[in-house]
């Protein structure tokens, strides 16, 4: 937290050859006011025509006296991974969600916020993810797009059915569909022109690959490449 150009870590002793100072109108270098060894919280004195009486003694004040303050990264900043010392990223599946259900005969439709067939959130074979042949393509549509509303259809690393948080989901860089929209917005002009659909390359290999959008990146489902 800053308060009046300054910054104290009051668990971290200053270096050797390092001693902080409030920045004020001092011409001669250092520029400003040097503090006295830091102990405990803070208390900043300044001189009488930068800091208004406080009620104590003129010119010491509290800087985080009347601040609202609480714990950061509680509620933005979380995050998963054993690699961070976080909870697991993704969750077990059920049994349908693992293994391969629908063949590709009609794409996959995004709507109401959902990818149909192969969505997460939907339970039995609609939830699990649609086979596609080995040489073909699968295409997905966005029938949100008439209200307005854009999506993605982004790989990301198997299964990649975990909450969203700040590190998690990311696209794994496999194949990303671009922003399926109707195109031009009077207030983004960098979605370009419309386009509803997009299909997978031809040339992925065997396998399941998740995705997520990058615009509501709650929405997670899955295809399976097969022989």
Request: hydrophobic letters at 30%; aromatic letters at 8%; charged letters at 25%.
């Amino acid at each position: 937290m800053t308060h009046e150009g300054m910054y104290i870590d009051t668990k971290q002793k200053p270096k050797r050859g390092c001693r902080p100072y409030l920045l004020g109108q001092s011409r001669k270098p250092p520029r400003g006011e040097k503090l006295r060894k830091v102990r405990g919280v803070p208390k900043l004195r300044f001189k009488s025509n930068t800091a208004p009486p406080t009620g104590r003694r003129h010119g010491w004040i509290d800087p985080t006296e009347g601040v609202v303050n609480r714990k950061w990264g509680e509620e933005h900043d979380k995050f998963c991974g054993k690699r961070w010392d976080g909870p697991p990223c993704e969750r077990p599946l059920r049994e349908e969600q693992a293994s391969g259900g629908l063949p590709n005969t009609a794409g996959v439709h995004i709507a109401d916020f959902l990818y149909a067939p192969g969505d997460r959130a939907l339970s039995g074979p609609a939830g699990a993810p649609v086979q596609v042949e080995k040489g073909t393509s699968l295409t997905f549509v966005n029938e949100d797009a008439g209200l307005g509303i854009r999506h993605t259809v982004t790989t990301c690393a198997w299964p990649c059915n975990g909450p969203y948080v700040a590190n998690y989901p990311l696209a794994d860089g496999v194949w990303d569909s671009g922003i399926l929209s109707l195109g031009l917005d009077p207030i983004d002009e960098q979605i370009g022109a419309p386009r509803l659909s997009a299909s997978t390359p031809r040339t992925l290999p065997v396998g399941k690959y998740a995705y997520f959008c990058r615009i509501h990146p709650w929405m997670r489902g899955a295809f399976e490449v097969v022989r």
